[in-house]
């Protein structure tokens, strides 16, 4: 069994920053996939970012050049760096662990950009 905590979510004005946490525990195996998804309101739930044990990465073009994945292994943490925020960044933030027998999910966090 794996547990995803997200924090780091609120309000910020457009131009801003935030930095998503979602710290996992559980057993991991080498092959998860984590990821961040984001549901707008009103809007199915989407791909963020994702981030390999390995450390490769992959981005929505709608957020590339302005969010980084990270991983800290030792602080068994998953970050969402997201800078130069934008007023269609809002919604629900979750954190995902996936590989090819299960999928976790995190609670979710809020994420507000006003303009």
């Known amino acids: 069994q794996v547990q995803l905590v997200e924090s780091g979510g609120g309000l910020v004005q457009a131009g801003g920053s935030l930095r998503l946490s979602c710290a996992y525990s559980?057993?991991?195996?080498?092959?998860?996939?984590m990821a961040w998804y984001r549901q707008a309101p009103g809007k199915q739930r989407g791909v963020v970012a994702t981030i390999t044990l390995g450390g490769s990465t992959t981005y929505a073009d709608s957020v590339k050049g302005r969010f980084t994945i990270s991983r800290d292994a030792g602080k068994a943490t998953v970050y969402l760096q997201m800078n130069s925020l934008k007023p269609e960044d809002t919604g629900v933030y979750y954190c995902?662990?996936?590989?090819?027998?299960?999928?976790?999910w995190g609670q979710g966090t809020q994420v507000t950009v006003s303009s």
């Open positions: 559980g057993i991991i195996p080498s092959s998860t996939t």
């Open positions: 995902n662990s996936r590989n090819i027998v299960e999928d976790y």
